[in-house]
């Protein structure tokens, strides 16, 4: 199997504005031939694109548009971690022989349709993700007996390291006073403990061994990989482990060869505050009922090791684009490219990235 490099990267501002699905597309990827070293469209011979939008064959719109030509192209839809599906879909092209240099995109407007799961009629009327996140919240308070003020570290310490990134949704530090008192959208979640649904795009270039140096000088390599489906409904699901989590990492561990205890740098899907205190123990960085000390003391010692760039309750969730926005922000971190955001002597890296409630979870391990 051969390996495979992240050798490029492009972000747009994740924002609110309403743009054209093509637009957001087209933009993050014209900065990867902006900012890619010998780039031109006849190398890539792969274009794939992820997006929970209901427009259809933008695998081939996007090649169109950015004048690719590509032996593959394809669109990968998988809720909110459709963005690390379709990396690992380029990565399994390029691992295989079956293509060289793979351009992967994703995007997702405000408002899309496709944030929820219509054919789960399971949930009934609460269909909406919140009502998910209240359950979780409540179970984690009567099983760790977690605080209100515990949850509002995750969301403080997350909207504070989002300042630092230009590209974020939310640029305006909140005290834990001030969500703690925002506004309930359950009995147990509060405004300030959601992520923002937003508009936004980012791409990354990966490459094989043999093609990285002409692109840069600093690759880096995607060394694990692991994926878990548990189910689709939400009634299969446990309430406060993210049984599909654990799968994933350890399955990702044990393709890159290492211990959680090696990684210097992860993104995690904090889609609300509880699910960071959940991911950082599922994913063996801290040990079960340690979450919520393990997060006060990153946020007490401004340590960024946990989502330098504000997760997504900082950084905004453009469902399609979030999974690559993680891997873009490792990447930076690895190359000592994050300014503000940097984490010193990072060299090993995870992204974690999840779908419905996570019954679906992928975990991707990177390093220098």
Known sequence: MKKVAVVGYGNTKFTKDELPIESLLLESTKQVFDTTKNLSQDLIDGVIVSTNDNSKYLGAILSELSGIKPKISHTVEHLCSSGSSAVISGFSYIASGLADTVLVT?????????????????????????????????????????TDEELAIVSAKNHKQAMDNPNAYSHKPYTISEIMNSKNVTDDL?????????????????????????????????SGIGQKTNSASFTKNELTTLSSTVTAANNAYKMAKITPQEIDIAEIHDAFSVCELM?????????????????????????????????????????????????????????NKAKNRQVSNAK???????????????VLVLES
Not at 108 to 125: A, F, T
């Open 106 to 146: 994703g995007a997702d407007k405000i408002g899309n349709p496709g944030q929820i799961l219509e054919w789960d009629k399971s949930r009934g009327e609460f269909d909406h993700p919140i009502y998910w996140a209240s359950m979780f919240t409540k179970a984690h308070k009567r099983q760790f007996s977690t």
């Open 190 to 222: 509060r405004i300030l403990d959601c992520s923002y649904s937003c508009s936004g795009s980012s791409s990354i270039l990966l490459t094989s061994e043999e093609n990285a140096k002409r692109f840069t000088d600093e690759p880096i390599w995607i």
């Open 279 to 335: 991911a950082v123990e599922d994913l063996s960085l801290t040990e079960k009922n340690t979450g919520a000390t393990y997060v006060r003391n990153l946020f007490n010692t401004e340590d960024r090791k946990i989502n330098p760039r504000g997760g997504l309750i900082g950084a905004g969730h453009p469902l399609g684009a979030t999974g690559i926005a993680q891997i873009v922000e490792i990447t930076q971190q690895l190359q």
């Open 348 to 362: 090993i890296g995870l992204t974690h990235n999840m779908s419905a409630a996570a019954t679906s979870s992928t």
